[in-house]
């Protein structure tokens, strides 16, 4: 398929307070935990103070294994699928470095609750690569909580090689949350909506007006916002609709909140930017596999959409890749959704066969042996 069949935010809605802007069926659904279908919906239920926002940890999952199978509920059941009786194979995409401990619990659910008939495990990374059309190059995946790096070589990826850093989309948020409104939202919690909805009117303006700038520190001491090679002296200053419907201007703060990815260290964590990792990354596998590698980065993941991140990486890894000449950084052509495409690819594969771990060898040789066919990164 050309692009998934149906899309679900990664989120599960409870009730945070019942009031005269609830009815007793959406009540009811809040109590049990329900899959909103869009992201307006949840911005909805938060601009209206009856919901609470569940995410998965940045390990994929959610703290309550039950929100993942009400996902994947909800998700089959959109498909046109019975989710008690899929009858037929499930690929799932997982973070690199995962818990073998999650994969079996993902195994099992998908066999016992919803009669799948065979499942096969892969590292979003890798499909990512696949989707483009290649069999050689440095995968950086940027989702929602977690950042990973994997190198394949000739289609096989290299396990020793592959990093992981738990910064990503999310985060982005967090910090243009504290840049514009962390003080406001400290003196009154609850001034311009719930902290949770503010949060939520951050990400969607984060997707529509943030941007990597290219040399952070000229353009933050300059105070202006640049696009292009093109620089004007007053800020492109956007406008942010807060849930209470209070309108504020935001300038640096749209380059400022993105720069978390090259420069962690702005948020107090020990680790280097995505172009570190990247280049450590490759300096693991053999002299002779790095020019492989430099010479197709390919970013992924719906973070790499934002404009300036694939200039600004190309940038950076000349920088630090000795022969900067051979360097080049690609963007998939379908960042969100990329992993999907890739894996869709990989399934109809006809070596898929040996790979796909069945409802038979489940129950004849128990969920641990799942790894032995989906080898863990």
Not at 119 to 142: K, Q, Y
Not at 364 to 370: K, N, Y
Not at 371 to 376: D, I, P
Request: one cysteine or more.
């Amino acid at each position: 398929d050309d692009a998934p069949g149906v899309t679900l935010p990664a989120a599960v809605a409870y009730l945070a307070s019942a009031s005269v802007n609830s009815g007793p069926a959406e009540i009811k659904r809040l109590r049990e935990g329900h899959v909103a279908r869009s992201d307006r919906e949840i911005a909805d239920l938060l601009d209206r103070g009856v919901a609470k926002i569940l995410r998965p940890t940045p390990g994929g999952l959610f703290d309550n294994f039950l929100d993942l199978e009400s996902l994947w509920r909800r998700a089959f059941a959109d498909l046109g699928l019975q989710p008690q009786q899929l009858g037929r194979p499930v690929l799932v995409t997982e973070p690199p470095l995962s818990s073998t401990v999650q994969r079996e619990m993902m195994t099992q659910v998908l066999f016992e609750d919803f009669g799948a008939t065979a499942v096969h495990f892969a590292v979003s990374g890798a499909l990512s690569l696949s989707a483009n059309g290649d069999r050689t190059g440095l995968v950086v995946e940027i989702g929602g909580a977690v950042s990973q790096f994997v190198p394949v070589y000739e289609g096989f990826a290299l396990p020793h090689a592959v990093r992981r850093l738990d910064i990503g989309g999310r985060t982005i948020t967090d910090r243009l949350f504290d840049l514009i409104m962390g003080q406001q939202i400290a003196r009154a919690p609850n001034q311009y909506g719930s902290p949770q909805a503010v949060r939520h009117a951050c990400c969607s303006f984060k997707e529509q007006h943030c941007y990597v700038a290219q040399d952070f520190a000229q353009e933050f001491a300059q105070g202006c916002a640049g696009t292009g090679a093109r620089w004007i002296e007053i800020p492109p200053e956007r406008t942010m609709k807060l849930p209470d419907g209070t309108e504020i201007q935001v300038g640096t703060a749209r380059f400022q909140a993105p720069e978390v990815l090259f420069d962690p260290a702005s948020i107090g964590l020990e680790a280097g930017g995505v172009h570190d990792v990247a280049w450590d990354t490759m300096q693991a596998c053999d002299v002779d596999v790095r020019q492989g590698l430099a010479s197709n980065i390919v970013l992924a993941g719906g973070t790499m959409c934002m404009q300036g991140i694939q200039r600004r990486m190309q940038k950076e890894m000349r920088d630090l890749v000795p022969g900067r000449s051979l360097v080049k950084v690609v963007q998939s052509e379908a960042p969100r959704h990329s992993a999907f495409l890739g894996g869709s690819i990989v399934a109809d594969l006809a070596n898929m066969r040996q790979k796909w771990f069945t409802e038979q060898e489940y129950f004849e040789q128990g969920v641990s042996a799942v790894h032995a066919r989906c080898v863990s990164l």
